[in-house]
């Protein structure tokens, strides 16, 4: 379960069906495993940062933000910490944006309903439609999968791994790629 409390721009229905795949760097992959890891059984979450190209998301940074009160049933994203932390990400890189959240289950499922609930809700504020990056306890460790939504439509993405972004920006959290 997934709650974010950020506030986002409004987005069109069409882009949805253009994305089919999504760009994962390696550094990035990283530092969300290591925080599932890390939080187990507990979830955890933040946000995705990175480039967008021809309408290909591309993860380069991911930022954890710790809930305030971890649950292995639900991540709440910290109110007012979204826009601080983009600002900040960006000042190092101006490249990097706000693609989408990430959060762990850590059990094998996939998007709950709540998932959905706030996924549309923040794509029917957003400038793209925003992203879900899930790790799911998996056999054999975590699973990664990712989806997209524009308003009621929803699809997953294919995950194709690529190296990291040249340039890191500064750290904006204590727990950052």
Not at 24 to 33: F, I, N, R
Not at 104 to 129: C, E, F, K, Q, W
Not at 149 to 174: E, F, K, N
Request: glycine share 8%; aromatic share 4%.
């Amino acid at each position: 379960m997934f709650i974010s409390r950020s506030k986002r721009y409004r987005s069109t229905t069409s882009a949805v069906s253009s994305i089919t795949e999504l760009l994962l760097a390696e550094g990035a992959e990283a530092v969300l495993l290591r925080a599932a890891a890390t939080a187990h059984p507990s979830e955890t979450g933040g946000l995705l940062l990175g480039p967008r190209s021809s309408q290909r998301p591309w993860v380069t940074h991911v930022l954890e933000i710790p809930s305030t009160r971890p649950s292995p049933a639900h991540y709440v994203l910290p109110a007012g910490l979204t826009h601080p932390l983009i600002a900040c990400a960006r000042r190092g890189d101006r490249r990097l944006g706000y693609l989408g959240e990430w959060h762990v289950h850590p059990v094998d499922t996939g998007p709950s309903r709540t998932d959905g609930r706030t996924m549309r809700r923040l794509a029917s504020h957003a400038p793209n439609p925003p992203i879900l990056l899930l790790a799911r306890l998996a056999p054999g460790g975590y699973a990664l999968e990712v989806h997209v939504w524009s308003g009621v439509r929803h699809h997953q993405l294919s995950i194709i791994r690529s190296g990291d972004l040249p340039g890191d920006p500064r750290t904006c959290s204590r727990r950052a790629t």
